[in-house]
């Protein structure tokens, strides 16, 4: 590994500029020590930083990845769509053809509203759940991350948990009380909540797979009951499905889960893969209760880059391969994945080092806890310390971790087998030190 020279120089650069040098927090690698690479490209599976060091990428951009780094029909797609021009700030055929793609891979969503960031899509839902419903109060769980947008920020997992952060300043207390957070995979706490508003909550959001406090699946039969609870009580059953949606199948969590969610959420939140690497968003749903959004209804939504014609054809040229390479993208996808998570698993347990790995298709965590993990209090339970000595000794070695305990690890179409020998040869180094 060659040394952190140029890199250096630019993170003091940046910090004459950005707080903390960035302009996303868990880039600071504040929870991990040292100082971030500073990238200059990125091909395939690796990352090329500026001082010419080379790093297999297992945080794909924290998801959005999937086919690999400038992968060449997207990267001929923007530079198609750039030729007609950046922003038309009025409709175009682009949007319509990306939203075609996206019913056929979630038949849940039925309209839809394109935005700029999976921020914009669960804030412009829960306003649309409360607008449609009348009710103000929303449910949302410890350790889930729906976005910084003000109500949401209560008990959320992502760089909130990785600063540990309970909550953000700058949001008032009346702002929050509308926010009931429960904790995952806890049944009964959604049960009572219910009993003690039955007509005033409006929305339960959820990450089916939790990926912001680290990768958490559902239990078996929480998806349903929360289902069957949003039915009872006539509330709308929200998925944020910004990481899962396309990575756990390419119908998301909803395929995967699709048993326990019938007849599936009232509205979804898309994002990461939807724009295939460039800033894009969804939300969408029931017809009716889209049809409650302006210009139709009395629920105000805009944004001025939405449905951004580059956004739309990143997007077209992604979902377009994931639907006519499925059966080849998905079973690699989890045979990689797999061999990575569950491989460096096994050498932990062999050195004597405790280690949960918890994964879901493409997503996975390595835990640095002999409990199992099933909510956010039992992710805390890790020893944040062993992860970052580890996140370390993995960068020195070459390979890029998310540089959190509660942060998901990605895997993509351009990693193979030599990748996953590397992880493991890594690993093995890392674990014995």
């Not at 780094?69 to 055929?93: L, N, T």
């Not at 409360?130 to 910084?148: A, D, L, M, P, S």
């Not at 508003?197 to 929480?222: D, F, H, K, L």
């Not at 998905?330 to 994945?337: A, D, F, N």
Request: aromatic share 8%.
């Amino acid at each position: 590994m060659k040394p952190f020279v140029q890199s250096l120089e630019l993170e003091r650069r940046a910090e004459g500029y950005f707080p903390g040098g960035v302009n996303s927090p868990v880039r600071a690698f504040r929870a991990v020590g040292g100082h971030p690479p500073f990238v200059v490209r990125a091909k395939g599976a690796y990352l090329f930083d500026a001082d010419g060091n080379r790093y297999l990428d297992l945080f794909g951009s924290w998801g959005p990845m999937i086919l690999g780094h400038a992968f060449p029909p997207v990267v001929e797609a923007i530079r198609e769509a750039a030729g007609r021009g950046a922003s038309f700030g009025a409709s175009h055929a682009g949007e319509a053809d990306l939203a075609e793609l996206v019913r056929h891979c979630f038949p849940s969503v039925e309209k839809m509203r394109f935005v700029s960031s999976g921020t914009e899509a669960c804030m412009s839902a829960i306003r649309l759940a409360r607008g449609f419903t009348g009710r103000n109060f929303v449910i949302k769980f410890e350790g889930c991350y729906h976005g910084h947008a003000d109500a949401l920020l209560v008990k959320a997992g992502s760089g909130v948990a990785t600063l540990g952060i309970p909550g953000s300043a700058g949001v008032p207390a009346e702002t929050a009380q509308h926010t009931l957070a429960l904790p995952y995979n806890d049944l009964a706490a959604v049960e009572a909540a219910f009993a003690a508003r039955p007509a005033g909550i409006a929305c339960v959001i959820v990450e089916p797979v939790v990926g912001n406090a680290g990768t958490i699946p559902p239990v078996p039969g929480y998806l349903d009951g929360l289902r069957r609870l949003c039915t009872q009580y006539g509330a709308l059953l929200i998925l944020d499905e910004v990481m899962t949606g396309f990575r756990l199948s390419l119908g998301g969590a909803q395929q995967v889960y699709g048993a326990e969610l019938k007849p599936g959420p009232d509205l979804t939140t898309l994002g990461k893969i939807l724009g295939g690497g460039l800033p894009c968003g969804a939300f969408g749903g029931r017809a009716e209760v889209m049809d409650v959004l302006a210009p139709l209804g009395p629920v105000y939504q805009a944004g001025t880059l939405s449905g951004n014609p580059l956004a739309m054809a990143a997007g077209i040229a992604t979902l377009g391969y994931l639907i006519e390479h499925e059966e080849e993208v998905y079973p690699q996808l989890e045979r990689v994945t797999k061999s990575i998570a569950e491989g460096v698993a096994e050498l932990a347990r062999e050195a004597g080092v405790p280690l949960t790995v918890n994964r879901a298709g493409s997503m996975f965590t390595w835990f640095f806890t002999g409990e199992p993990v099933t909510d956010f209090p039992s992710a805390a339970t890790s020893d944040t310390e062993a992860f970052a000595r580890f996140h370390r000794r993995m960068l020195e070695a070459g390979v890029w971790l998310p540089p959190s305990q509660y942060e998901a690890a990605f895997v993509s179409m351009a990693h193979g087998s030599p990748e996953v020998e590397r992880v493991l040869q890594a690993a093995r180094g890392a674990l014995a030190q």
